[in-house]
Structures are given as C-alpha cells and as structure tokens.
C-alpha cells in the first residue's frame, strides 16, 4: 500500500460496503449513485475519522504517546472517535470542545455525540470561540504542557492546517479500497462527492486517487469556509500528501473542486435544501445523514443532478462520512 511507511492501529472495519441507493436514483432521475458507506467504519458509531485515528495513533503509539488530546466543535464526531480509540487501546484521553454553533437548544449541548463522550468518561475542557483554530491549537498544546509535567507523554491531534495530515494518510488507503471496489464491480465512476472541512478527508482521497493514476474528479461541498478558502486549505494539504507517499506533483490546481453553495447560514447550521435532502435520503433508502457534514454534501450531489451537470448513464459514488449521532442535536429537522 501507498501508506506502508507509516505506523497504523487497526479501528475500522474495512473495506466498508460500496452501495448502490436505487431509490434515490430513481427518485432523481439522473445518474445511478452509490454509497460508500464509510459510516459503517464500527468503533462507537463509526465515520470517516476512524481511518484518520488509525494514522493519528499509530503515529502517537510510535512516538511512546500514553494520553491523547484532540479538538472539535461540542457535537464533534474526531471528538467522539478520539475518545473512543483511546478507550479501546488502553490510553489516557483529555478532549477541547469549541463553542462554534450559538443558539442551539439543549438536545445539542446534551445528546448525540456530547451524550456519547460522556458516556465513555473522557476529561472535557472548553474553549470559549468558535473560529479561532490556532487559538484551540494553542489550548490544546497548553493542557498537553500540564501533562509532560506530571509525568505523561501526551499527543496532540491538532485542528489548523499547519501540521503534518497523518490523518490524511487513511483515505489514501480508501482511495486503494474504492479502485479496487470499481474493479471488482466493473463500474466507471464520473465523480466522488465529499464533504470538505478541515480537508483531511478530501486531500487524503484526492492524493491517493492521482498518486493511483486515477482521474476521477473529486467534488468537496465546504461545510466551514468559503469555497476559495477551501480550495487553497484542499491543494496545500493535498500536495503535502503527496510528498508523504512518495509522489510528489501528482495533484494540480485543476484537480481542486470546491463549491460552498450549501454552507450557509454557516457551519453547523443548515437551509432548506441540506433539510430537504437529509429527509430524502431517509425516505429513499434509510441513509441517515447530518446537518453539519453530509446532508451539506448529499444537498450538494442533488443539485448536480438536476442541473444536469451528471446524465443519466452515469455513475456517482458519496462518499458517506458517518456523523449519525449528530442527527439527535437538531430535533427541528423533522419539528
């Protein structure tokens, strides 16, 4: 594999399914999509940060690490799943929680993923801002500094773009999981849609594609920033990826493809469209999607759809990445 080099723990239960949704399909009328159902990735309810933990940890295990630090937002799933791996490979855990959605009734502050980090025990700082990456950074690497004093070896799995993706390092190996998936499906894909926020994801799945030889263009719905912003955020990590596996160049501007139309009223937040494809999604095929990641990116898929910018014959593949807890922060969905 691409990411031989690199130490990993095994988390996930992989190779997750590659599914087709043949109601959605047919309700849109356009191309046949399928799934692929990185939800499905097991450790406490699963997603897409299960593989990145596997590259995280791997490299904190490797570096003696015995108490593991990461931030997010309060219904954060690489909160959730940080905690959870730790908990499953015996290691001490202290996690930040960003007030990054104002307004939110209780069921967000107490259910889904809070519900569930509390549930397995973790120690919970908080940070009082919601877009200030290096700030949460610097708080993190702060309690990271009371550790070493007493004794620990602590990690940090930090939030801004500035650091080296190790994370990025599992959807270099999905990428591998997908192609060979394809293969053994005899299925020509015509695009992969993704959520993209921190861009970990999208660059790792973007790097190992083209380090691949595959030209299978990859949409990122932004569910944070703007999608300039993002493009830039995408390509640096992106290309940083690239040098981690040996290929350096092998990603390009023109690969970059990030559209912000669902992102408003901003993150964590969702408009009638992300509401609107979340209950399609349900309804269809039983595929449960959220307001802050997926719905965005599944809103954003439909568009393509019927503004013919996919054609019936063709193949779209969604790459699902989990937040299913989530769903039990916002009960206006179906209000």
């Not at 995280?56 to 593991?68: C, E, L, M, P, R």
């Not at 949460?136 to 799995?157: C, F, M």
């Not at 944070?224 to 040996?246: F, H, N, P, T, Y």
């Not at 013919?308 to 179906?334: D, R, S, W």
Request: charged share 20%; with cysteine; net charge negative.
């Amino acid at each position: 594999m691409l990411t031989d080099d690199y130490p990993r723990v095994e988390l996930s239960h992989s190779p997750t399914p590659l599914e087709c949704l043949n109601n959605l399909s047919q309700k849109l009328g356009g191309p046949k999509i399928w799934v692929k159902r990185d939800d499905c990735t097991g450790l406490a309810m699963g997603g897409n940060k299960v593989r990145q933990l596997e590259y995280y940890i791997g490299d904190a295990v490797a570096k003696g690490a015995d108490t593991i630090l990461t931030t997010g937002a309060i219904q954060s799933n690489q909160v959730r799943l940080t905690i959870a791996a730790a908990r499953k490979l015996g290691l001490g855990v202290e996690v930040q929680l960003e007030e990054r959605v104002a307004g939110r009734p209780k069921e967000y502050y107490e259910s889904g993923n809070p519900f569930l980090m509390n549930l397995m025990g973790a120690k919970i700082h908080h940070y009082p801002v919601g877009e200030d990456e290096e700030g949460a950074d610097r708080a993190l690497y702060g309690y990271a500094d009371e550790l070493s004093k007493a004794g620990k070896t602590p990690y940090v799995i930090p939030l801004a773009a500035n650091h080296t993706p190790y994370g990025s390092l599992g959807y270099v190996q999905c990428a591998e999981e997908l192609l060979e998936q394809f293969k053994q499906q005899g299925l020509e894909i015509d695009g992969i849609i993704v959520p993209t926020g921190s861009a970990t994801t999208h660059a790792g799945l973007l790097a190992g594609l083209r380090a691949l030889n595959s030209k299978i263009p990859i949409y990122g719905f932004c569910v944070r920033r703007d999608q300039e912003s993002q493009a830039v955020r995408v390509l640096a990590k992106a290309e940083k990826v690239a040098e981690m596996i040996g290929h350096a160049g092998v990603v390009s501007q023109d690969d970059i493809w990030t559209n912000d139309r669902m992102l408003q009223p901003g993150y964590g937040k969702f408009n009638e469209e992300v509401q609107q494809a979340i209950l399609l999604s349900a309804s269809c095929d039983g595929l449960l999607l959220d307001p802050v990641y997926t719905g965005k990116a599944m809103a954003g898929l439909i568009h393509l759809v019927e503004s013919g910018h996919f054609k019936p014959g063709q193949n779209i593949v969604f790459l699902h990445t989990g937040g299913t807890p989530a769903l039990f922060g916002y009960p206006e969905l179906i209000a």
